[in-house]
């Protein structure tokens, strides 16, 4: 059984930092896309960043210069480097990954982590 374990959330000042880490384990071939998504309540899930196996990503525009995604393929996580933290980034983060499992690109989810940013 693959999961997706995250780490980092938590409360934080306007201004400052938090990294996020979301590690993936189990069995799976491959891990392709990695990304970070959040969720308002009552809103839909929002792409925030993403990154490929090669290292290209992509950035929803309200974090652009703001926040960083990497990942390290050695241990199969991918982080989230937060700055310049607003009142609005409060929300649960979410890690997804598409993972390859007997050829087949399998969507996983993380359980989510909250991040409070105070004013």
């Known amino acids: 059984q693959v999961q997706l374990v995250e780490s980092g959330g938590g409360l934080v000042q306007a201004g400052g930092s938090l990294r996020l880490s979301c590690a993936a384990s189990?069995?799976?071939?491959?891990?392709?896309?990695m990304g970070w998504y959040r969720q308002a309540p009552g809103k839909q899930r929002e792409l925030v960043a993403d990154?490929?196996?090669?290292?290209?990503?992509k950035y929803a525009d309200s974090v652009k210069g703001r926040f960083t995604i990497s990942r390290d393929n050695a241990k199969n996580t991918v982080y989230l480097q937060m700055t310049s933290l607003k009142p609005e980034d409060t929300v649960v983060y979410y890690c997804?990954?598409?993972?390859?499992?007997?050829?087949?690109?399998?969507?996983?989810w993380g359980q989510g982590t909250l991040v409070t940013v105070s004013s």
């Open positions: 189990g069995t799976f071939s491959r891990i392709n896309t």
């Open positions: 997804n990954a598409g993972l390859t499992i007997d050829y087949r690109t399998v969507e996983v």
């Open positions: 990154i490929t196996s090669g290292g290209r990503t």
